[in-house]
């Protein structure tokens, strides 16, 4: 970061944070920033990010039947309008 809120100047402290969709979004920022070496927040704060675009994970097939709302066919669904077609 090349300036902080009041102009020009390195700022002495970087948050970053989100909820959901916004939380997976902060963190493949700072993955990104990581990997091109760039200066990473001072701490980050993720509300239930949403890291498994893949649909993957075991938490799916095992809360199945808690969650009622999002189910792999959805989030596969949300994720090809994010990230396009998953192979």
Partial sequence: LDNGP???GTPSRVFAG???AGGGLALAVMQGA???GLRLPDAAVL???WTDMTCSGGS???N???DPMVG???VAWMAGMVAG???
Avoid: C, K, N, V
């Fill in 6 to 8: 009041m102009g020009e």
């Fill in 18 to 20: 989100g909820d959901s």
């Fill in 34 to 36: 990581r990997d091109a």
């Fill in 47 to 49: 509300l239930s990010p």
């Fill in 60 to 62: 799916f097939a095992a």
């Fill in 64 to 66: 199945a039947d808690a």
């Fill in 72 to 74: 792999r066919g959805l």
């Fill in 85 to 87: 077609a998953l192979d």
